[in-house]
Antibody, heavy 122, light 107 residues
Framework: EVQLVESGGDFVQPGGSLRLSCAAS????????MGWVRQAPGKGLEWVSA????????TYADSVKGRLIISRDNSKNTLFLQMNSLRAEDTALYYC???????????????WGQGTVVTVSS | DIQMTQSPSSLSASVGDRVTISCRAS??????LHWYQHKPGKAPRLLIY???NLQSGVPSRFSGSGSGTDFALTISSLQPEDFATYYC?????????FGQGTKVEIK
């Protein structure tokens, strides 16, 4: 069974940094595009970033470009999100998700973790 | 960016009702459209991929239709476990974008 488990969420002050992790199991991790999606309190889902199986290229939402950095360690089956210069509007539940690379499935997120909470406040 | 607009934003329905949620893209996205179910405290769940294909393990009362800019998710007979928020998402272009969600509540 494929599983994704996020960790690293915390309470941090504006301007601070945090690194989220997503541990994957039950799959050949390096074969898959992975992404981060967040949900701010009372809001809907927002796509944040994605990374190919090899680690390059990476893509970002405009709202996080230059502040959040996605990376992965395929030897440890782990996805990361380095969060710098955090703002109150980054407060959210952060999910990691796997992209289904099967032909014809057109890039849907087929597996999601349970999420980790980031709170940015003074 | 491609804007995804869902309607309605919320709806009240009874068990057994037929429910349809609409999703409109700001430009053509072919069939690069997926539907997710999200319950509080749970991970989002993929229901429909590529506009009309049922994800493995998802009950057949869920169905999707559409292509281009207009899409729909239909629940043929609403069950108690279906009360949740539903999102559409496009994967045609970057950045990927979600609709604002449709909350399905018990009448």
């Amino acid at each position: 069974e494929v599983q994704l488990v996020e960790s690293g969420g915390d309470f941090v002050q504006p301007g601070g940094s945090l690194r989220l992790s997503c541990a994957a199991s039950g799959l050949t991790f390096s074969n898959y595009v992975m992404g981060w999606v967040r949900q701010a309190p009372g809001k809907g889902l927002e796509w944040v970033s994605a990374i190919t199986g090899s680690g390059d290229p990476t893509t970002y939402a405009d709202s996080v470009k230059g502040r959040l950095i996605i990376s992965r360690d395929n030897s440890k089956n782990t996805l990361f999100l380095q969060m710098n210069s955090l703002r109150a509007e980054d407060t959210a539940l952060y999910y990691c998700a796997k992209v289904d690379s099967t032909s014809g499935r057109l890039g849907a997120f087929d597996i999601w973790g349970q999420g980790t909470v980031v709170t940015v406040s003074s | 960016d491609i804007q995804m607009t869902q309607s309605p934003s919320s709806l009240s329905a009874s068990v057994g009702d037929r429910v349809t949620i609409s999703c409109r893209a700001s430009q053509s996205i072919n069939t690069y459209l997926h539907w997710y179910q999200h319950k509080p405290g749970k991970a989002p769940r993929l229901l429909i991929y590529a506009a009309s294909n049922l994800q493995s393990g998802v009950p057949s009362r869920f169905s999707g239709s559409g292509s281009g800019t207009d899409f729909a998710l239909t629940i043929s007979s609403l069950q108690p476990e279906d009360f949740a928020t539903y999102y559409c998402q496009q994967s045609y272009d970057l950045p990927r974008t979600f609709g604002q969600g449709t909350k399905v509540e018990i009448k």
